[in-house]
């Protein structure tokens, strides 16, 4: 649909060009004025610290959906064109493609970015005392101010800040190993017996659509004259 298609250019551009701290300043301090005056008012009365948390929530929410789309849009794009085609060709509607054949091997591609992508959301976390929220880093200026001593506040939040990064890395590689979401989607070689093995990774309905493709094609070549 060309009409969706534009909107979610224009939504990927807008949100991925405008840095996060100028969207955060947007959503907690412009929104509210702009919005109907019932509604703005309400939301300025509200309760400080929720009004912290939803602009937060909502920012890096739109913030980081737009960088994920763009990952996606490209892992898709990377994909021969041959097996959306084949997928059609036997019959598959366009939305069966994209779930059992492209899906499925576009997640191989995208999962390292991915994985960066979701590590980003709680470092870009720390942007919201900016507006007041007592996030992480905040807390550890807190604590800085209350017993005078820095290194020991800022150390303990960066071994906090280590050690959720270092789980989220690895359970996203065991999802990737359990998953066969191996970020090498066309070929894989790997050392089985002291002989190398070439490996090519394709989801079930993939191989039953080229297996199929391949055997019309086959029956039309032998109907054809002369051969």
Partial sequence: NRWLSGFATGYVELFRNIPLLVQLFIWYFVLPELLPPDLGN???QSNPLWQQFFSAMLCL???TSARVAEQVRSGINALPKGQRAAGLAMGFTLPQVYRHVLMPMAYRIIMPPLTS???NIFKNSAVATTIGLIELSRQAQQLVDYTAQPYEAFIAVTVMYLLINVTVMYLMRRLEEKGYLRSEWSEATTQRGGRRKRLFDITQAG???LEQSRDT???LWDQIPGF
Avoid: C, Q, W
């Fill in 207 to 209: 191989r039953a659509a």
């Fill in 61 to 63: 929410g739109l913030f």
């Fill in 117 to 119: 992508e979701f590590l």
């Fill in 217 to 219: 094609y086959l029956k």
């Fill in 42 to 44: 309400a939301f300025k």
